[in-house]
């Protein structure tokens, strides 16, 4: 099993579009428990702020299984401070965690990881994990 970072844009679009890579992600191997996500607080937090925003009540989120993500979720404490710049320092626990834990980072936008932050993090699009676990 291969333990994963899930950006918040991941999850978000897995709750708007049911038929794209992100859902199937979450739904076929996260929830399917052929994928393990590594989590902390701060990015709980983060998913459950974005989920309850207003502009997206009329996709029905917060999404059903949100709770079910997190708490099956591999839970670490809050990463150190990544020391290289990013574009949104609010990405910055994302890269954190994945390179404290050895996972890969699953994110939508991968230009907000640029290669010279990344260090030895694999960040990957959902469609490209997808391709990896021979799933498309």
Same mark, same amino acid.
């Given at each position: 099993?291969?333990?994963?970072?899930?950006?918040?844009?991941?999850?978000?679009?897995?709750?708007?579009?049911?038929?794209?890579?992100?859902?199937?992600?979450?739904?076929?191997?996260?929830?399917?428990?052929?994928?393990?996500?590594?989590?902390?607080?701060?990015?709980?937090?983060?998913?459950?702020?974005? %989920?309850?925003r207003e502009k997206l009540?009329?996709?029905? $989120? *917060?999404? /059903?299984?949100?709770?079910?993500?997190?708490? @099956?979720?591999?839970?670490?404490?809050?990463?150190?401070?990544?020391?290289?710049?990013?574009?949104?320092?609010?990405?910055?626990?994302?890269?954190?965690?994945?390179?404290?834990?050895? %996972?890969?980072l699953v994110t939508g936008?991968?230009?907000? $990881? *640029?290669? /010279?932050?990344?260090?030895?993090?694999?960040? @990957?699009s959902p469609a490209e994990?997808?391709?990896?676990?021979?799933?498309?």
């Amino acid at each position: 099993m291969r333990l994963v970072v899930v950006d918040t844009n991941v999850v978000i679009s897995a709750g708007i579009n049911p038929a794209g890579a992100p859902a199937r992600l979450i739904h076929n191997y996260v929830l399917g428990g052929e994928v393990q996500v590594a989590i902390c607080p701060c990015i709980a937090g983060e998913y459950r702020e974005v %989920a309850r925003r207003e502009k997206l009540a009329r996709y029905g $989120f *917060p999404p /059903s299984w949100l709770e079910l993500l997190i708490a @099956i979720s591999f839970e670490l404490r809050d990463p150190p401070d990544w020391p290289y710049e990013l574009p949104d320092p609010k990405d910055e626990a994302f890269l954190s965690l994945a390179h404290a834990s050895g %996972a890969w980072l699953v994110t939508g936008n991968l230009k907000h $990881f *640029p290669r /010279s932050a990344r260090r030895a993090v694999t960040v @990957i699009s959902p469609a490209e994990y997808l391709e990896r676990l021979g799933a498309v």
